[in-house]
T-cell receptor, first 113, second 115 residues
Framework: DQQVKQNSPSLSVQEGRISILNCDYT??????FLWYKKYPAEGPTFLIS?????DKNEDGRFTVFLNKSAKHLSLHIVPSQPGDSAVYFCAASASRGAQKLVFGQGTRLTINP | SAVISQKPSRDICQRGTSLTIQCQVDSQVTMMFWYRQQPGQSLTLIAT?????????ESGFVIDKFPISRPNLTFSTLTVSNMSPEDSSIYLCSVERTPNTDTQYFGPGTRLTVL
């Protein structure tokens, strides 16, 4: 039972353009969502998060959008840079302090020069 | 963010043996978490380790297979016991820098290959 799904295993974007990574979830109890970036041979690095009381959160080049009715979130990276090439995971938790994150399968983003 | 280190970074082990993975944090944290990432899969929570109490295991993971120690607020170990090739994974520890925020910070991981 995959509660958090990232349906695109890979995405290729030209440098300078917008990268959009998508994530869907099925558990309506999830109310906090996070995005992580992972380079090879390293642990995931926290990027940005969003609470279900918001529909958008922005941090520099990274913006996360949440559509609760569609149970969908997306991460926008503008402009995309070569250093953004990595695997991106979305994660969700049900109620703050639940301390359990459920991860999607990841999307490998490649930024082409 | 927290500075988290893991030892070993990688290992190749024989079937039937055990490996203990260490996780060290640069500051005291209440909760430490152990995850597994099997090849091509997402991260899956194995257990939550709270200092001074038994670890809490997720469905599908048992203490006999994955014993965990949490002797103090900066250190934890995960042992992978009686290993089989199916245990070949990346094992990661994580912490919540600020309690009850659900924002977890991860160590670099231990890449385990079982032959």
């Amino acid at each position: 039972d995959q509660q958090v799904k990232q349906n695109s295993p890979s995405l290729s974007v030209q440098e300078g353009r917008i990268s959009i990574l998508n994530c869907d979830y099925t558990n309506s109890m999830f109310d906090y969502f996070l995005w992580y970036k992972k380079y090879p041979a390293e642990g995931p690095t926290f990027l940005i998060s969003i609470s279900s009381i918001k529909d958008k959160n922005e941090d520099g080049r990274f913006t996360v959008f949440l559509n609760k009715s569609a149970k969908h979130l997306s991460l926008h990276i503008v402009p995309s840079q070569p250093g953004d090439s990595a695997v991106y995971f979305c994660a969700a938790s049900a109620s703050r302090g639940a301390q359990k994150l459920v991860f999607g399968q990841g999307t490998r983003l490649t930024i082409n020069p | 963010s927290a500075v988290i280190s893991q030892k070993p970074s990688r290992d190749i082990c024989q079937r039937g043996t055990s490996l203990t993975i260490q996780c060290q944090v640069d500051s005291q944290v209440t909760m430490m978490f152990w995850y597994r990432q099997q090849p091509g899969q997402s991260l899956t929570l194995i257990a939550t380790a709270n200092q001074g109490s038994e670890a809490t295991y997720e469905s599908g993971f048992v203490i006999d297979k994955f014993p965990i120690s949490r002797p103090n607020l900066t250190f934890s170990t995960l042992t992978v016991s009686n290993m089989s090739p199916e245990d070949s994974s990346i094992y990661l520890c994580s912490v919540e820098r600020t309690p009850n925020t659900d924002t977890q910070y991860f160590g670099p991981g231990t890449r385990l290959t079982v032959l």
